[in-house]
C-alpha cells in the first residue's frame, strides 16, 4: 500500500456482463493463474465468484487491476511457526445480479484458532449495557437533582444560604458545570463507539453494503454522523436509529447541557418568609365607621398633594388598607416604619375610591335673572324686607344624557371660579358667598346625573368675549377586598403592595351600613379646604369651592384649559383617595378593634437560588437526551445491531484476520493500494462488502450502467510523494486552533486586568436575555454565563478531533519506527481510550506526544468546568471622575424690589413677602413642616439643616447608563450617587432664656367677668368671676414687656411700656383662637408663637431707625380658655379661667458657610452623606439689608433690597397670618384680630394654637404640650426647627437651568450700578456695599459612583483558564512543528477499514500468521512483532505495509534503498511525467506493487 499519489497504476474498466456457470476444476485453474505458495492457493478457496467481473477464455474471472509479471523465485514458507494444511473444497454458483455468492464449503479442521470457529460477539465496551445504563442512569440522576433543586429553590426562595465557604462556593459555581461536562463526555465517549462501528453494522447486513458506505467510511464528526444516520445515496439509503439518537443527546449535551450548567445556579438576595403572629385593626363589631377630616388629615392631605409626601404608609393615591403589625413589636407610627424586623405579609381589608369622569358641555347659557329674595335676620330667620340679585345660570349636559343646572351672583372675580362637589351642594353656601337664595334656585339636575360629582370651572367673566365653561361629572365608587397585603421597610420609605389583579376580581362594593360614605363626603366636599390655602394677597387666585381649592393648586391656580388636561380626572381621583384613606384611618381611631391573624415575616438573606429558565430549558433537554439514549440502548443490543466481529475492528490484528482468508479481496486491495486514495474511492465504487462468519466478503451490487474509467497513474518516489494529512491536521487548521487558544488566553488575561482595575460592567457583558413561553416568562437567561462555556465547549470538541487523530494513528506510528510486538503494535489501540485514560496508557508505552494530546483533550474538558465558573454577576457601585459645571454661589446680592409706593407704615412689605409663599407645591413652609411633624423626605441636596449649593450631573450620567434587560432580584437601595465638593450653608439660632422670672403683669391682663360693663352676663359661658387675656393690655396687640421700664409704669401705657424692648403673643394681633367650646374638649390649651422682637423707636436724639433680626420663641399652657361675648360689637374675648404659664426665649439668627463633600443621590438628589470640611463662619450678608428703602429724588418712589436672611425671618413670623404677612401697621390700624380660620401655615384645633414652628416641636416633644415649659427642651426644640425651616427656605425653587432660588445665586449676579442710596431713616452700617461683578464660576470634578451589576472574575478560575490554555497552546505548538515528522512513515490514512487492509493484504506472512491463528490468537499471541514500512518478500516484490518483522523471507528496506529502486525506475528526477504511459505489467519493475 502507497500513498495517495505514490506508485499510481492503470486502472482497467470493471465490466459487468451476464455470469457463465463455473466448475470447481475452473476455480482451481483461476487460483494457478499465479504461481504462489500453497498456502495462497488454499485461500482461493474460501472466497466466493464475483459477478461484477467478465470471465476469461479459460474460465477465470479477470483481477481488479492486470496482474504483477510472475516472480522469478518462490517464496519460502513461513518459518515462525509450522503451518497446517487449509486445503478446502469451494464450489461456485451463478447468482443473480446484485446477489452475493454464498460460500458451501468450510476449510478443514484443523486450524486451531480458525475465524470460523470464533464467536462473533463484540461489540465496543461502552455499547455493552453496564456502560450505556451507568450513563442512562447517570443523566436521568441528573434531570431528577435539577427538578428537585428547581422545586426547592421555587417553594423555599432558593436551595440554601450563601455562607460564603469555600466548599459552598465550590458546590453551587463548579460542580453543576463539572457534571455535566462529566455526562456530555460520557455521550461523546457513545457516540464514538457508535460512529467507529457503524460501518460494521452495515457490513454485517446480510446483504452487505456499498465499499463507500462501509470500509472507505470515516467516523467523521458529529455533524457528518447526523446526516449519515438519516438515509442518503452515501450510505446505501440506510437509516440508523442507534447513531441518530446518540448524535442528538451529543448535540444536546455539548450545545446545551454543557453551556447551560454554568448559568444554573447564582448567588442572590432573596426574601425568606417564616410564619408569625400578627396583629390587624379591623372596625369595631356591630359599629358603622364614621369617616372623618380633622386638622391633621386636612394637614397632610395637602402636604400629600402639593408636596408628594407620605404621612401614613397605609395610605396611598390609590388604595388605603387596614393596618397590621407582628405581634411581638408595638403598632408602629409615622410616616416609615423600623426596617430592622424585615417586611410584613398578612391578610387584610384593602378599600379603593374611585371617579370615572365625562365632560359636562354648556348646552344653554349665560343666562342672566333678576331673583327676588327675603333678606334674612341675624338669627337666621327671613325678615319681611325684600331684596334683589342678578343670578348668571347655566344649562350643561354629558353624553350619558345627565343634565346639570347652576346659577350665581353675577359679581364676579377677575380669576374665575372653580367648584367641586356633589350633586347636592354639601359646600353650596359658603361658596356662593348667598345665603338668601334657595339651593333648588342655584343647582338643579335630572335622575340621570345621580351618583355623581360635578366639577365646574369658570374662567373668566361671561361678559369677556373669550368666555368659556367646562365641567365634569364623576361618578363616584368605592370597594373593598380581603387580600395578603405586604409591607415593604427601606431605609428611608415604607410601602405596601398586593396582587392589584386580584383585587379587580375580588372586589366588592362598599356597605353603607360598615363605612358611612354620606359622612366621608360632608367632610371631603366642606369648605374647611380653604382655610388651609388661604392666598397671601387678596385676588390673586380663583374663587374655589372645596377640595377644588386642593386640585386647583396642582395647576398653580390657572384655570384655563385645565379641564382639557389627560391627566385632570386622575389628579382628582387621587385627592379624593387619599382624602378619602385618612379619613378611615382617622375613623378607625374611634371605633376599631385589634385582632391576632397569621402572616409572614420577610427578610432578606443570601440565597444560593435556580434560575427558573435555565433549570427548564435543562429538564427537557435530559429528559429528551436520556430519552434518546433509551432507544439508542434498545437498538444498539447484539440481536438488533450484530457487528460480526469477534474482536476490536481498531486493531490491525482483526482487520487481518477479516481478510486473511479472502484472497480475491486481498488481491484487490493489493492492486488498489498503488491508487491514490480518490482512485481507490472510484475503483470500488461499485462494489459491496459483508462480513460473515467474521470475514470481509466482496458481494455483488452494481448498479447498471456504471463503469470505472480509465486513469493515468503516475509513480512517485518517496522524496516527492505526499504524506497522509486530515484536515484537522493541516498546517492552517493548527495555526488558527493556536490563534483560537491564544486568542482565548489574551481575551481572559486582559478582562481579568480590567475587572480588577476597572471593572466589567458595561452592558455588553452583563445583558441578559429574557426566556418566554408564550406569556409566561421563565425569568432571565445570561449569556455571560453561558457563551465562555460554549467557547471551552467549542475547543473541546476541536482539540477531540486532534486527540482522536492521534489515538487512531499511534499503533502504525510506533510499528512504523520499528519491530513492534501485539501489546505496542499490531494489536494496540487507543480507540476505546479516553482523555485521562488514553494518557496514562500513553506514558506507559512512552508514547509522549500522544500523552500529551490526550491530556490536552482532559484539560479541554477541565477548561469547560473553569470557564463557566469565571463569572459572578454582582451589585457594584462604580466610581469615575467627572467635570461639572457649578452654576451657583451662596447668595451674596440683595433681592431687589423697585416702583413701590412709599408709606411709611411699611406696607410694601407684604407685596414682598408674598412671593415667599405663592408657589404652594414647592412651598417650604409645608415642606419643612410634614419633615418634622410626619418625617417626610428632606429636600433636594440638603441633610440635617446643611443646605449645599447644587451642581449638574444627571445629564452626564445618562451617557453612561447601563442597560442589562433585566429586573434585578438583588436588594434595592444600591443608588447613583455623586461626591462632590461645594460649598454649604446653614440657618441656626443662639437663644438664650428670656426674662424667666417675668411677672404675670407684664404679658397678662387680668379681667373682672362680674362687671356689667364690657361683658354680656347673660350668654357667659362658664360662672368665672374673673379672668385672664394674653397680653400685658388686653386691647393691645398682646403685647410682653419683658423688658419693662419700671420708672414709666404709671404712663398711658400702664404695664406695657415700650419705652424698652417688647414683644407680642402673636406678631402684633390679638389672639382669639382657640376656645374650648364643649367640656369633651381637652381641659388644657397651648399657644405657641415666633414673634419678632420691638425696639424703642428712636432712641433719644437719633434720627436712626434701631433695628434688630432677633425674634421670641414663646409657648404658653394653661388650662383651656373660653371665648367670652362682649356687649359692645367688639368680637368675644379669649378669656383663660387661671392664669397660664409663659416660656420664652431670645433667639438671634445666624446664617453660616462651610465647605462640604456631599454626596447626593443623582435621581433623586437627596444627601446620602457629608462631612463639613472647614469651621463654619457667619455669613453678614444673609441680613445685610433689612427692607432698606432707597428713594430717588423724586421722593414719590422708592426701591427696596432686602437680604435672603431677612425675608426669611420675616416671612418665617408673618405666616401664621397670610392676611397680615407685612405686619398689623398695614391695615392702618392697632386692633387686628387673630384670623382664627386661616389655617394655611397655623394648626389651629381645639387646645392648640400653633403656628407651624410651634406645631412642628410639638409632634417632636411627642405631643407633650406641657414639656416645652422648660427652658432646655423649649430650645433644643427650636433650633432644630429653625435649621429645618431654612434648610427648606434654601431648597426652594432651586432650578439648575435658571434661578438659585431664595439662597444661591448666579456667579455675575449684581445689583444696578445706579441704585440709591437708602433712606436716611435706617441703619446704613448694616447695609451691604454693592458688589461687583465676578467671573463664571469653574468647572469642579464630581466622583459619580454609578450602581452597576458587574462581572467578578474568579481568581481560582482565572489562573486555571490560562494553565490550562498555555498548556494547550504549547502542546499545539509541538504538534505543529513535530506533525510532519511524527506522521512522516504514514503514507495513507488509517482511519477506515480499507487503510488497513490494504496495510496487510499484500504482507503474506502476516496475513498466513491471521489465518492459523485468528483474531482471537493474534491477540493471545505476544511474541511476533510487526512493522510498518517498506519491504521486500522473498518474492523480491517491494511494497509498504504491516508485515511481520521476524520472517527471514521479508526484508525491510530503509529510505536510501527505496529511494535507489524508484530512482532506477523512473528518470534522473526519480518521476515519470504525468503524461506518460504507465508501464505494462510485463515492463513494470518486478515486484513493485
Given at each position: 500500500m ?9 486502472s ?10 463455473t ?5 482451481t ?19 466466493s465468484l464475483?459477478?461484477?467481473r ?6 477465470n474471472?479477470?483481477p481488479?487491476l492486470?496482474p504483477?509479471?510472475?516472480p522469478p523465485?518462490i ?10 494444511s487449509?486445503n478446502?473444497?469451494v464450489?461456485?454458483?451463478i ?5 452475493a ?7 478443514s ?13 463484540w ?9 450505556m445504563?451507568s450513563?442512562i ?5 441528573l ?10 429553590s421555587t ?15 465550590f ?7 463539572l457534571?455535566?461536562v462529566?455526562y ?6 457513545i ?10 453494522a ?14 472507505l ?6 455533524w457528518?454522523?447526523?446526516?449519515d ?28 447541557i454543557s453551556?447551560f450548567?454554568?448559568a444554573?445556579?447564582?448567588s442572590?438576595?432573596?426574601?425568606i ?9 379591623q ?9 372623618r377630616?380633622?386638622t ?9 398633594t402639593?408636596?408628594n409626601?407620605t ?6 393615591d ?12 408595638e403598632?408602629?407610627s ?15 381589608s384593602?378599600?379603593q ?6 365632560d359636562?358641555?354648556v348646552e ?8 327676588t329674595?327675603l333678606?334674612?335676620?341675624s ?16 344649562q350643561l349636559t ?25 350633586l347636592?351642594?354639601?359646600n353650596l ?10 339651593e333648588?334656585?342655584?343647582l ?14 369658570i374662567p373668566?367673566d361671561?361678559?369677556?368675549?373669550a ?6 361629572l ?14 415593604s421597610?427601606s431605609s428611608?420609605s ?6 392589584q ?6 372586589r366588592?362594593p ?5 363605612i ?12 374647611d379646604?380653604?382655610?388651609y390655602?388661604r392666598?397671601?394677597?387678596?385676588d390673586?387666585?380663583p374663587?374655589s369651592?372645596?377640595p ?12 384655563a384649559?385645565m379641564?382639557?388636561?389627560t391627566?385632570?380626572?386622575a389628579?382628582a381621583?387621587?385627592i379624593?383617595q387619599?382624602s378619602?384613606?385618612?379619613?378611615l384611618q ?5 371605633s ?7 402572616g409572614?415575616i420577610?427578610?432578606r438573606?443570601?440565597?444560593?437560588v ?18 434518546l ?14 457487528l460480526?466481529l469477534s ?7 482483526t482487520?487481518?484476520?477479516l ?7 486481498c ?10 486514495a ?9 462494489y459491496?462488502?459483508?462480513i460473515?462468519?467474521?470475514a470481509?466478503?466482496?458481494?455483488a451490487?452494481?448498479?447498471d450502467g ?8 503516475v509513480k512517485?518516489?518517496?522524496?516527492d510523494r ?9 498546517t492552517?487548521a493548527?495555526?488558527?486552533l ?8 489574551v481575551?481572559i488575561a ?6 480588577q ?8 457583558f452583563v445583558?441578559?436575555?429574557e ?5 409566561y416568562?421563565?425569568g ?7 457563551i465562555?462555556?460554549l ?11 486532534l ?8 499503533p502504525?506510528i ?13 494489536g ?18 512512552k508514547?509522549w ?16 468546568i ?5 463569572w459572578?454577576?454582582?451589585?457594584f457601585?462604580?466610581?469615575?471622575p467627572?467635570?461639572v459645571?457649578q452654576p451657583?454661589?451662596i447668595r451674596d446680592?440683595?433681592f431687589l ?9 411699611a ?14 407645591e ?9 419633615q418634622?411633624?410626619m418625617?417626610?423626605?428632606?429636600p ?7 443646605s ?36 454649604a450653608?446653614r ?9 424667666p422670672?417675668?411677672e404675670?403683669k407684664?404679658w ?8 356689667d360693663g364690657?361683658?354680656n ?16 393690655d388686653?386691647?393691645?396687640?398682646s403685647?410682653?414687656?419683658?423688658s419693662?421700664?419700671?420708672?414709666d409704669l ?5 404695664n406695657?411700656?415700650?419705652i ?6 402673636l ?8 376656645a ?8 388644657n390649651a397651648?399657644?405657641?408663637y415666633?414673634s ?33 361675648p362682649s356687649?359692645?360689637?367688639r ?15 431670645n433667639c438671634?439668627?445666624?446664617v453660616?458657610?462651610a465647605n462640604a ?9 437627596n444627601?446620602q452623606a457629608?462631612?463639613?470640611l ?15 428703602v ?6 414719590t ?7 435672603f ?10 405666616a401664621a397670618?397670610?392676611?397680615?404677612i407685612g ?25 392648640v394654637?400653633?403656628?407651624y ?5 410639638l409632634q417632636?416633644?411627642g405631643?407633650?404640650q ?6 432646655t427642651?423649649?430650645?433644643e426644640?427650636?433650633e432644630?426647627?429653625f435649621?429645618?425651616?431654612f ?8 432650578l439648575?437651568?435658571?434661578?438659585g432660588?431664595?439662597?444661591f445665586?448666579?456667579?455675575?449676579e449684581t445689583l444696578?450700578?445706579?441704585l440709591?442710596?437708602?433712606?436716611i431713616q435706617?441703619?446704613?452700617t448694616k447695609?451691604?456695599?454693592?458688589r ?11 466622583t459619580?459612583?454609578q ?10 478560575a482565572v ?5 490550562i ?5 504549547i ?7 513535530l506533525k510532519?515528522?511524527?506522521?512522516s ?6 482511519d477506515?477499514?480499507?487503510?488497513v487492509?490494504?496495510?496487510?493484504a ?5 496475513l498466513?500468521?491471521?489465518r ?8 493471545a499471541?505476544k511474541t511476533?512483532?510487526?512493522r510498518?514500512?517498506w ?9 509498504w505495509?504491516i508485515e511481520l518483522?521476524?520472517d527471514?523471507?521479508v ?7 527505496v529511494?535507489l529502486i ?20 510485463d ?7
Amino acid at each position: 500500500m502507497v500513498s495517495s499519489r505514490a506508485f499510481p497504476l492503470r486502472s482497467t474498466p470493471l465490466n459487468h456482463g451476464s455470469y457463465q456457470h463455473t466448475t470447481p476444476q475452473a476455480s482451481t485453474e483461476q487460483t494457478n493463474v499465479y504461481s504462489r505458495s500453497s498456502d495462497r492457493q488454499r485461500s482461493v478457496a474460501s472466497e466466493s465468484l464475483l459477478p461484477d467481473r467478465s470471465l476469461r477464455e479459460d474460465g477465470n474471472q479477470e483481477p481488479l487491476l492486470p496482474p504483477p509479471s510472475e516472480p522469478p523465485t518462490i517464496q519460502s514458507p513461513l518459518r515462525r511457526k509450522p503451518l497446517p494444511s487449509r486445503n478446502s473444497d469451494v464450489q461456485y454458483s451463478i447468482l443473480p445480479k446484485n446477489e452475493a455468492v454464498t460460500k458451501v464449503s468450510s476449510v478443514s479442521s484443523g486450524a486451531k484458532h480458525s475465524v470460523h470457529s470464533e464467536r462473533s460477539s463484540w461489540i465496543p465496551y461502552v455499547l455493552e449495557w453496564p456502560w450505556m445504563l451507568s450513563i442512562i442512569a447517570f443523566g436521568a440522576i441528573l434531570l431528577a437533582i435539577v427538578i428537585i433543586f428547581h422545586r426547592i429553590s421555587t417553594k423555599s426562595d432558593g436551595v440554601m444560604d450563601d455562607t460564603g465557604s469555600p466548599i459552598g462556593y465550590f458546590a453551587w459555581r463548579f460542580l453543576p458545570t463539572l457534571l455535566a461536562v462529566a455526562y456530555v463526555t460520557m455521550l461523546m465517549i457513545i457516540l464514538d463507539g457508535v460512529k467507529r462501528t457503524e460501518n460494521l453494522a452495515r457490513l454485517a447486513k446480510e446483504r452487505g453494503t456499498s465499499a463507500s458506505a462501509s470500509i472507505l467510511r470515516t467516523p467523521g464528526s458529529w455533524w457528518t454522523a447526523l446526516a449519515d444516520s438519516f438515509p442518503r445515496k452515501g450510505n446505501d439509503s440506510r437509516f440508523s436509529p442507534t447513531m441518530l439518537c446518540v448524535v442528538l443527546a451529543y448535540i444536546f449535551g455539548f450545545l446545551i447541557i454543557s453551556p447551560f450548567s454554568s448559568a444554573l445556579l447564582s448567588s442572590k438576595d432573596m426574601a425568606i418568609s417564616s410564619k408569625t403572629t400578627m396583629l390587624r385593626v379591623q372596625p369595631a363589631s356591630g359599629q358603622t365607621l364614621q369617616p372623618r377630616l380633622d386638622t391633621t388629615d386636612f394637614f397632610g392631605a395637602v402636604g400629600h398633594t402639593l408636596q408628594n409626601v407620605t404621612t401614613s404608609p397605609w395610605v396611598t393615591d390609590n388604595y388605603t388598607v387596614l393596618p397590621f403589625w407582628p405581634a411581638q413589636i408595638e403598632r408602629p407610627s409615622g410616616s416609615t416604619f423600623d426596617a430592622a424586623i424585615g417586611d410584613w405579609t398578612a391578610e387584610t381589608s384593602v378599600y379603593q375610591s374611585g371617579l370615572l369622569c365625562e365632560d359636562l358641555k354648556v348646552e344653554n347659557g349665560p343666562n342672566v335673572v333678576n331673583y327676588t329674595y327675603l333678606t334674612p335676620n341675624s338669627d337666621g330667620s327671613r325678615s319681611s324686607k325684600v331684596g334683589y340679585q342678578n343670578l348668571t345660570s347655566f344649562q350643561l349636559t354629558s353624553e350619558s344624557g345627565c343634565k346639570y343646572s347652576f346659577s350665581y351672583s353675577e359679581s364676579f372675580l377677575t380669576q374665575g371660579k372653580f367648584y367641586w362637589s356633589n350633586l347636592t351642594g354639601v359646600n353650596l353656601p359658603l361658596f356662593w358667598n348667598f345665603f338668601a337664595i334657595d339651593e333648588q334656585v342655584l343647582l338643579n339636575h335630572t335622575a340621570l346625573c345621580e351618583p355623581g360629582e360635578v366639577l365646574i370651572t369658570i374662567p373668566n367673566d361671561p361678559s369677556n368675549s373669550a368666555f368659556e365653561t367646562a365641567g365634569k361629572l364623576c361618578r363616584p365608587s368605592y370597594f373593598e377586598a380581603k387580600l395578603p397585603v405586604t409591607v415593604s421597610i427601606s431605609s428611608d420609605s415604607t410601602a405596601f403592595d398586593f396582587d392589584q389583579k386580584a383585587f379587580e376580581r375580588e372586589r366588592l362594593p362598599i356597605d353603607n351600613d360598615k363605612i358611612n360614605i354620606t359622612a366621608f363626603h360632608e367632610a371631603f366636599f366642606s369648605s374647611d379646604w380653604n382655610d388651609y390655602l388661604r392666598e397671601p394677597t387678596s385676588d390673586s387666585r380663583p374663587d374655589s369651592g372645596g377640595p377644588a381649592n386642593l386640585l386647583a393648586a396642582t395647576y398653580d391656580f390657572k384655570l384655563a384649559g385645565m379641564m382639557n388636561d389627560t391627566d385632570f380626572s386622575a389628579r382628582a381621583g387621587k385627592i379624593k383617595q387619599y382624602s378619602f384613606g385618612q379619613a378611615l384611618q382617622s375613623a378607625l381611631q374611634d371605633s376599631s378593634a385589634v385582632s391576632p391573624v397569621e402572616g409572614d415575616i420577610i427578610v432578606r438573606q443570601r440565597r444560593i437560588v435556580v434560575a427558573t429558565a435555565v433549570a427548564f430549558t435543562l429538564e427537557v433537554v435530559l429528559a429528551l437526551a436520556t430519552l434518546l439514549l433509551l432507544m439508542a440502548f434498545w437498538t444498539s443490543r447484539r440481536s438488533r445491531r450484530p457487528l460480526g466481529l469477534s474482536q476490536d475492528i481498531g486493531v490491525s490484528n482483526t482487520v487481518a484476520s477479516l481478510v486473511a482468508d479472502q484472497h480475491k479481496t486481498c488481491q484487490d486491495l493489493q492492486e488498489i493500494s498503488s491508487m491514490s486514495a480518490q482512485q481507490a474511492t472510484q475503483a470500488l465504487s461499485g462494489y459491496s462488502y459483508v462480513i460473515d462468519r467474521s470475514a470481509l466478503r466482496m458481494a455483488a451490487s452494481i448498479p447498471d450502467g456504471s463503469s470505472f474509467s480509465s486513469t493515468r497513474s503516475v509513480k512517485v518516489t518517496k522524496r516527492d510523494r505526499i504524506q497522509w494529512e486530515p484536515k484537522v491536521l493541516s498546517t492552517w487548521a493548527i495555526v488558527g486552533l493556536i490563534f483560537v487558544l491564544s486568542a482565548l488566553l489574551v481575551t481572559i488575561a486582559v478582562l481579568y486586568w480590567y475587572s480588577q482595575s476597572h471593572g466589567l460592567y458595561q452592558s455588553a457583558f452583563v445583558y441578559q436575555v429574557e426566556w418566554n413561553i408564550g406569556d409566561y416568562s421563565l425569568g432571565y437567561i445570561a449569556p455571560y454565563s453561558i457563551i465562555p462555556t460554549l467557547f471551552a465547549v467549542i475547543v473541546g470538541l476541536w482539540w477531540g478531533a486532534l486527540e482522536s487523530i492521534f489515538r487512531t494513528a499511534q499503533p502504525f506510528i510506533s510499528m512504523a519506527k520499528g519491530p513492534t510486538t501485539g501489546g505496542k503494535g499490531a494489536g494496540l489501540s487507543y480507540q476505546s481510550s479516553y482523555l485521562a485514560w488514553a494518557g496514562v496508557r500513553a506514558v506507559s508505552r512512552k508514547h509522549w506526544l500522544l500523552a500529551f494530546v490526550c491530556t490536552g483533550a482532559f484539560l479541554s474538558q477541565i477548561l469547560a468546568i473553569s470557564m463557566s465558573a469565571l463569572w459572578q454577576r454582582e451589585p457594584f457601585q462604580l466610581e469615575r471622575p467627572l467635570e461639572v459645571a457649578q452654576p451657583f454661589q451662596i447668595r451674596d446680592v440683595a433681592f431687589l424690589y423697585d416702583n413701590a409706593s412709599y408709606y411709611k407704615t411699611a406696607k410694601y412689605k407684604q407685596a414682598i413677602l408674598a412671593d415667599a409663599f405663592q408657589n404652594l407645591e414647592t412651598n417650604w413652609m409645608y415642606s419643612a413642616a410634614l419633615q418634622l411633624a410626619m418625617n417626610a423626605s428632606q429636600p433636594a441636596w440638603s441633610s440635617e439643616g446643611w443646605s449645599f449649593v447644587p451642581v449638574s450631573i444627571t445629564s452626564s450620567l445618562e451617557e453612561n447608563r447601563q442597560q442589562t434587560n433585566s429586573s434585578s432580584d438583588e436588594p434595592q437601595g444600591k443608588v447613583a450617587v455623586a461626591t462632590v465638593n461645594v460649598p454649604a450653608v446653614r440657618g441656626r439660632l443662639q437663644c438664650s432664656p428670656l426674662a424667666p422670672e417675668l411677672e404675670d403683669k407684664f404679658w397678662l391682663t387680668e379681667v373682672d367677668l362680674t362687671a356689667d360693663g364690657p361683658w354680656n352676663q347673660t350668654l357667659k359661658p362658664r360662672p368665672w368671676e374673673n379672668g385672664y387675656i394674653l397680653g400685658c393690655d388686653g386691647n393691645y396687640r398682646s403685647g410682653i414687656n419683658y423688658s419693662p421700664n419700671m420708672t414709666d409704669l404709671n404712663g398711658t401705657s400702664g404695664n406695657c411700656s415700650y419705652i424698652g424692648g417688647y414683644t407680642t403673643v402673636l406678631a402684633e394681633i390679638i389672639v382669639t383662637c382657640c376656645a374650648q367650646e364643649s367640656e369633651h374638649q381637652p381641659d388644657n390649651a397651648s399657644v405657641g408663637y415666633w414673634s419678632p422682637v420691638n425696639l424703642e423707636l428712636f432712641a433719644p436724639g437719633s434720627t436712626k431707625l434701631l433695628q434688630t433680626d432677633n425674634f421670641t420663641v414663646k409657648w404658653i399652657y394653661g388650662p383651656a380658655p373660653v371665648n367670652y361675648p362682649s356687649e359692645s360689637d367688639r368680637l368675644p374675648s379669649l378669656i383663660w379661667p387661671k392664669a397660664p404659664k409663659l416660656t420664652m426665649l431670645n433667639c438671634a439668627p445666624v446664617v453660616e458657610t462651610a465647605n462640604a463633600s456631599v454626596t447626593v443621590d443623582l435621581a433623586t438628589h437627596n444627601v446620602q452623606a457629608y462631612t463639613i470640611l472647614d469651621e463654619p463662619v457667619p455669613h453678614s450678608e444673609a441680613f445685610s439689608d433689612d427692607f432698606v428703602v432707597r428713594r430717588g429724588d423724586d421722593r414719590t418712589s422708592f426701591n427696596v433690597t432686602a437680604s435672603f436672611g431677612t425675608m426669611f425671618v420675616a416671612a418665617l413670623l408673618g405666616a401664621a397670618q397670610i392676611k397680615y404677612i407685612g405686619g398689623c401697621a398695614q391695615t392702618g390700624r392697632n386692633d387686628c384680630y387673630e384670623d382664627d380660620t386661616d389655617r394655611t401655615f397655623t394648626y389651629r384645633a381645639p387646645g392648640v394654637n400653633l403656628d407651624y414652628m410651634s406645631y412642628s416641636m410639638l409632634q417632636l416633644a411627642g405631643n407633650n404640650q406641657e414639656s416645652l415649659l422648660n427652658y432646655t427642651k423649649l430650645q433644643e426644640l427650636a433650633e432644630i426647627t429653625f435649621t429645618t425651616f431654612f434648610q427648606h427656605f434654601a431648597s426652594q425653587d432651586v432650578l439648575l437651568d435658571g434661578s438659585g432660588g431664595w439662597v444661591f445665586q448666579r456667579a455675575n449676579e449684581t445689583l444696578p450700578y445706579d441704585l440709591p442710596p437708602p433712606d436716611i431713616q435706617y441703619d446704613a452700617t448694616k447695609v451691604g456695599p454693592a458688589r461687583v461683578a465676578v467671573v463664571a464660576s469653574p468647572s469642579i470634578t464630581a466622583t459619580v459612583s454609578q450602581p452597576v451589576e458587574i462581572l467578578r472574575m474568579s481568581r481560582v478560575a482565572v489562573w486555571l483558564c490560562i494553565v490550562i490554555l498555555a498548556w494547550l497552546i504549547i502542546t499545539t505548538i509541538a504538534i505543529l512543528v513535530l506533525k510532519n515528522r511524527y506522521f512522516s512513515p504514514l503514507l495513507r490514512g488509517v482511519d477506515t477499514i480499507a487503510d488497513v487492509a490494504m496495510m496487510v493484504a499484500g504482507s503474506e506472512r502476516y496475513l498466513e500468521l491471521a489465518r492459523r491463528e485468528g483474531a482471537s490468537g493474534l491477540r493471545a499471541d505476544k511474541t511476533f512483532r510487526t512493522r510498518l514500512g517498506w519491504f521486500k518478500t522473498g518474492a523480491g516484490e517491494v511494497r509498504w505495509g504491516i508485515e511481520l518483522a521476524d520472517d527471514d523471507t521479508v526484508q525491510f528496506l530503509s529510505d536510501e534503498e527505496v529511494k535507489l529502486i524508484f530512482e532506477e525506475d523512473g528518470d534522473e528526477n526519480g518521476m515519470v511525467r504525468s503524461g506518460a504511459e504507465s508501464p505494462s505489467p510485463d515492463q513494470r519493475h518486478p515486484g513493485f506493487i
